[in-house]
């Protein structure tokens, strides 16, 4: 009955948490397309390889709000409203709904990246891109506060003449083009941005980062957390003995076999450099083991046995030709002041957000010209946006103390976990 009430791309589909309270955590997409064929998609063949369902929706866009239940106006087939007698009852519920808009009175609960403290704890609030890759939930108490993790300034800054940003992707195969990779690039000797349309694989980025000098900022987790480590019975302060352990799991694999050596550990998966910045990445064994996997085996691994190449802070003495670090964009937006939700969406909302940091991104002297201004600003995802914040935290890297953090890192035994530079 639902199906034949989809107008594709119109349609909303509602899902509203269980909290037996008025107030509700709502998660809302855009119906694109329905379907009695499961996709062939890696990531529902890992969920669901072995469920069976009538119909498979496909649905883009999600947003996370908090909000009134009353407020959503939401009618059965009939025209009457719910009953809201539900409301005492702790169930989870699923609406179809045409209407396009977010009452006025709904707040964002969330966006991607940004962890906040809750009290009391909630659901961890996160925006899904069209491919379903979660990037962060809320900090809880299970994460404290890690201080003291910033670098500090060097006397001796790098000297590079070209930055190079990356918003990575793990969806695909390694030589497919992805359009969710996006590539910026900064010649700091004519003061120039440049982008590269969303034709990217993972293979070409890795050959681009081995021929192109200069420093590279990636984001995608280049450590795992030191507790895990020590229950696989690796070495926890070596960044070589991270990827050898994320290397000997094949990538379909990778998301249960960190399960299964977490176990029933109650303490947080989040990284010290994650708390630290005050952003994180979705916990490495949901969705997003996918870009850990890929970044750690497809890219660092293949780039430790490159001599002239140098990951920051552990190859901080090395003559090299080309440095590669870890970035956050929602982590180099807050540090600069510059809204780090809102603006992967499509909406009037979304585009002035986005409006709103390329301003910002200009005023912080990122030279960006009107045809990649407009490229940004139409980016619906974000994903430019991204790469092109990551610049000025690739800018702000090259004056920093990499050994100092190195050392840091070393007394703390969390060189397995690395850094996020913002």
């Known amino acids: 009955m639902n199906a034949a009430r989809i107008e594709r791309g119109r349609s909303r589909l509602y899902l509203i948490t269980s909290a037996a309270e008025p107030r509700k955590i709502v998660l809302r997409g855009i119906v694109r397309e329905a379907s009695d064929r499961r996709p062939d998609d890696e990531l529902l063949r890992d969920f669901y390889r072995d469920h069976h369902f009538p119909a498979w929706w ?78 962060a939930p809320s900090l809880t108490r299970a994460d404290p506060t890690v201080t003291g993790l910033d670098p500090p300034p060097s006397h001796t800054p790098l000297e590079v003449q070209t930055l190079h940003a990356v918003d990575w992707s793990g969806g695909g195969d390694f030589d497919a083009a992805n359009s969710k990779l996006r590539y910026a690039r900064w010649d700091l000797r004519n003061d120039r941005v440049t982008v590269m349309p969303p034709t990217l694989s993972r293979k070409s980025i890795l050959e681009m980062i081995r021929t192109r000098s200069g420093l590279w900022v990636l984001d995608f987790p280049f450590g795992l957390p030191a507790e895990l480590l020590c229950a696989a019975g690796a070495r926890v302060n070596d960044i070589d003995a991270t ?144 790469a092109l914040v990551m610049l000025l935290a690739g800018r702000d890297a090259l004056s920093s103390d990499h050994k100092a953090l190195h050392d840091e890192l070393n007394r703390r035994g969390l060189l397995g976990e690395g850094i996020v530079y913002r």
């Not at 916990?283 to 970044?295: A, D, P, V």
Request: negative net charge; charged residues 25%.
């Open 58 to 135: 496909r649905i883009d866009h999600v947003e996370c709000m908090t909000v009134d239940f009353d407020a959503l106006g939401l009618r059965m087939t009939d025209g009457r409203r719910y009953d809201a007698k539900w409301l005492r009852l702790r169930q989870p519920v699923n609406y179809l709904q045409p209407t396009p808009d977010w009452p006025a009175e709904a707040t964002d609960a969330g966006d991607a990246g940004v962890l906040r403290e809750q009290r009391p704890l909630h659901i961890g609030a996160v925006r899904i891109a069209t491919e379903l890759d979660l990037v």
């Open 243 to 386: 990827l050898a352990f994320t290397r000997g799991v094949e990538k379909r694999d990778f998301r249960d076999h960190c399960n299964t050596v977490w176990g029933t550990r109650g303490s947080s998966k989040h990284r010290a450099t994650e708390r630290a910045v005050g952003c994180g990445w979705f916990t490495w064994f949901i969705q997003l083991f996918r870009q850990t996997w890929t970044g750690q085996v497809e890219i660092l691994s293949a780039l430790r046995e490159q001599p002239d190449v140098a990951l920051l802070p552990w190859d901080h003495g090395r003559s090299a030709a080309i440095w590669v670090l870890e970035g956050f964009p929602a982590s180099s937006l807050l540090r600069r002041g510059l809204p780090a939700t809102g603006y992967k969406h499509p909406s009037d909302e979304g585009r002035k957000a986005r409006a709103a940091i390329i301003n910002g991104l200009v005023s912080l002297g990122l030279p960006l010209d009107l045809q990649v201004q407009e490229e940004a600003l139409s980016d619906s995802e974000g994903d430019l946006i991204d």
